[in-house]
């Protein structure tokens, strides 16, 4: 697996694992940007939403941000895999943490998966995608 630098605006890249190729589209955060995030959900299978395990004051912002794409019908039959990232700081929130302040356990309707990660030592990434 090939890691870019995190998105402002988007990176696309086609990603082999495991004999499996699939189009990843990684979508910047920034408020600018999210309008533009419904561009691409048509045939979305699934969904990787990063949280920056350190950011606590944005916590909330993200809650409502994944759940408002949750509600969107072309998601609706999406997996989901959330990766609490940042892992590698000091101050990171565990993954459990992470969970509860994006209301992971509210979600009743489909399953859910959260791994705890460190893109830049590449740890924990493998696991969300087996």
């Known amino acids: 697996m090939h890691l870019t630098p995190a998105a402002i605006g988007f990176n ?4 082999s694992y495991k004999n499996i190729k699939f189009q990843v589209w990684d979508l910047g955060g920034q408020t600018s940007i999210r309008p ?4 691409y959900y048509p045939n979305t299978q699934a969904i990787i939403y990063v949280v920056d395990s350190t950011d606590t004051e944005r916590i909330g912002i993200s809650k409502e941000e994944f759940h408002a794409i949750l509600e969107e019908e072309e998601l609706r ?10 892992q590698d700081l000091p101050g990171a929130l565990s993954d459990a943490e992470i969970a ?3 209301g992971l356990h509210d979600i009743k309707s489909r399953d859910w998966a ?3 990660t460190s893109a830049v030592r590449g740890e924990g990434l493998f696991e969300g995608l087996d």
Do not use: S
């Open 12 to 15: 696309v890249e086609t990603v």
């Open 114 to 116: 959260i791994f705890k």
């Open 77 to 86: 039959d999406a997996l989901i895999l959330v990766y609490a990232n940042k």
């Open 100 to 102: 509860e302040g994006m």
């Open 36 to 39: 533009y995030w419904r561009c």
